[in-house]
C-alpha cells in the first residue's frame, strides 16, 4: 500500500505495553500495533537501556513494514526531559533525523487525546497513576504520579502490591488462609506458587509493568471475595483524591479517567465518581493516546513541508 509522504508516527510506552500508530496528516489512522512495555527510567542501568533498545528495535520493524514516518511525536512514561539517547536511538532504528522526534511524558500525549489545554483533568491509572491539567499557557501541572515505590494510589502495582500485603497479612496471623480467599488463589496462581518464596520474586524481581498485571487477578476475583472488592473501592477513591487536589487547585472542570488499571472493574470508577463533588463530569473513556500522538504528529509533518 502506497502511503503519503507526510505520515506522523504516534508512540506511547507504558510500563505494560507500548502502542504505536501511522496517521496520515488528515489526521486519518493508517496502521497501529503494540511492543513490550517500557520506562525511561528503565535507562539507568545497563539490562534496562539493553531492553529499551531491544524495544525500540521490534517497534521500528513493525512500523517500517508500513512505511517510514516523517516526524514522531513520543509519549514515554516515566520520561522527565532528557531523552537525547532515546531519540538518537529511535532515530537510528526509524532512518529519520533526530530532529524529526519529539519527546515527552506520556500523560502529556493521554492529556491530549481526551482535552485541549485548559479545558479539564486527566486521572490516568495504568500501571501507576497521576492527575494531570494542562493550562491555557501550555503548562503542565499534576497531582501524585511520583512512582509506584512512593505512591501512585489506584494505579495497577498499588492494587497488586495492596492485594499482597492483605494475603500475607492473613497468613501471619493465619497460615494456610489463602485456600479460603478467590483473590487469594486468583494471585498465587500468577506469581506460580503460595509459597513465599514466588511471592518475594514476583513483587521485588519483576519489572514494576509486569508486578501491575496482578490487578487483574484482583479483578477478577472482586465479585467472590470482599478484600478484593475493597482493594479495587479503595483504588477509585485514591484516583478521585487526584482529580480533588487539582479541583481545589484550579477550580471546577471537567474530569476524564482512563488507563488501563481504571478499566478494570466497574467498582473503581463509581468509587472515584462517589469521592468526588456531585456536580463534578466525570467521563470514564479508552482513549487512544498513540492515534492522538500520530495525529500531531502527521500535523508537525504537514507544516514543514
Known amino acids: 500500500m502506497l502511503y503519503p509522504p507526510d505520515i506522523g508516527l504516534g508512540i506511547d510506552a507504558g510500563g505494560t505495553q507500548t502502542r504505536w500508530a501511522l496517521a496520515a496528516p ?20 545497563p539490562d534496562g537501556r539493553a ?6 528495535a521490534d517497534l521500528a520493524r513493525d512500523v517500517l513494514m508500513h512505511a517510514r514516518p516523517a516526524r514522531v511525536r513520543a509519549g514515554l512514561t516515566g520520561f522527565g526531559g532528557d531523552g537525547d539517547q532515546l ?7 526509524l532512518g529519520i533525523a533526530p530532529g524529526a522526534i519529539a519527546m515527552c511524558n506520556d500523560i502529556e500525549i493521554a492529556y491530549r487525546a481526551s482535552f485541549n489545554p485548559g479545558e479539564g483533568y486527566l486521572v490516568y491509572a495504568g500501571t501507576g497513576s497521576i492527575g494531570a491539567f494542562i493550562d491555557g499557557d501550555g503548562s503542565f501541572h499534576r497531582a501524585g504520579g511520583r512512582g509506584v515505590v512512593l505512591d501512585d494510589g489506584g494505579g495497577g502495582f498499588w492494587i497488586a502490591r495492596e492485594a499482597l500485603r492483605h494475603i500475607w497479612r492473613l497468613e501471619d496471623e493465619a497460615p494456610g488462609s489463602w485456600e ?6 486468583a494471585v498465587f496462581a500468577q506469581v506460580g506458587g503460595s509459597d513465599w518464596a514466588h511471592s518475594r520474586q514476583f513483587i521485588y524481581g ?8 496482578l490487578a487483574l487477578a484482583v479483578a477478577a476475583s472482586a465479585a467472590q471475595d470482599p478484600a478484593a472488592a475493597a482493594i479495587l473501592d479503595e483504588a477509585g477513591r485514591e484516583l478521585g483524591r487526584l482529580a480533588g487536589a487539582l479541583i481545589r487547585r484550579f477550580g471546577p472542570r471537567p474530569v476524564v479517567l482512563s488507563g488501563r488499571a481504571a478499566g478494570l472493574h466497574p467498582a473503581i470508577a463509581a468509587s472515584m465518581r462517589a469521592s468526588l463533588p456531585p456536580a463534578t463530569s466525570v467521563t470514564h473513556t479508552e482513549m487512544r493516546a498513540h492515534h492522538a500522538a500520530a495525529r500531531l504528529a502527521a500535523c508537525n509533518a504537514a507544516a514543514i513541508t
Open 26 to 45: 488528515d489526521g486519518a489512522v493508517l496502521a497501529e500495533g503494540t511492543v513490550a512495555g517500557l520506562s525511561a527510567l528503565q535507562m539507568a542501568k
Open 180 to 185: 479460603q480467599s478467590a483473590m487469594a488463589r
Open 87 to 93: 531519540t538518537r536511538w529511535l532515530a537510528e532504528l
Open 51 to 56: 531492553s529499551v533498545h531491544a524495544t525500540f
Open 206 to 213: 519483576q519489572e514494576r509493568g509486569e508486578v501491575g498485571k
